[in-house]
Nanobody
């Protein structure tokens, strides 16, 4: 069983930055596809950024955050991070990290699948990000 615990949310003004962290515990020696999702009030949950623990070449981003957000994974600390810069009020949402086991023999998932919430079986509790104008 894998547990995910997010931290780092908060309130910032437009143009500001935040860094979210998600610590994985449990069977952390496995390979994972991991992602950040967000859900704004009254809207559906959407994929923001995703990557495979086996390689940075797998990273993928939603168009709305490209160039502003950076996803990364520290294998030594078993921590997934999301660096968010140039934040906009439209980024206000609850942010969730998610993970799914991937067999070592499998190729990287296509981006559309990595940003699909149906792909993931493990979810954190969420951390709120609020951006004011």
């Amino acid at each position: 069983q894998v547990q995910l615990v997010e931290s780092g949310g908060g309130s910032v003004q437009s143009g500001g930055s935040l860094r979210l962290s998600c610590e994985l515990s449990g069977y952390t020696d496995n390979r994972y596809c991991m992602a950040w999702f967000r859900q704004a009030q009254g809207k559906e949950r959407e994929g923001v950024a995703a990557m495979d623990s086996d390689g940075d070449a797998s990273t993928t981003y939603a168009d709305s955050v490209k160039g502003r957000f950076t996803i990364s994974y520290d294998n030594d600390k078993n921590t997934l991070a999301l660096e968010m810069n140039d934040l906009e009020p439209e980024d206000t949402a609850m942010y969730y990290c998610a993970a799914v086991n991937v067999a070592h023999s499998e190729p990287f998932m296509p981006p559309w699948l990595m940003l699909n919430q149906q792909t993931y079986g493990y979810w954190g509790q969420g951390t709120q990000v609020t951006v004011s104008s």
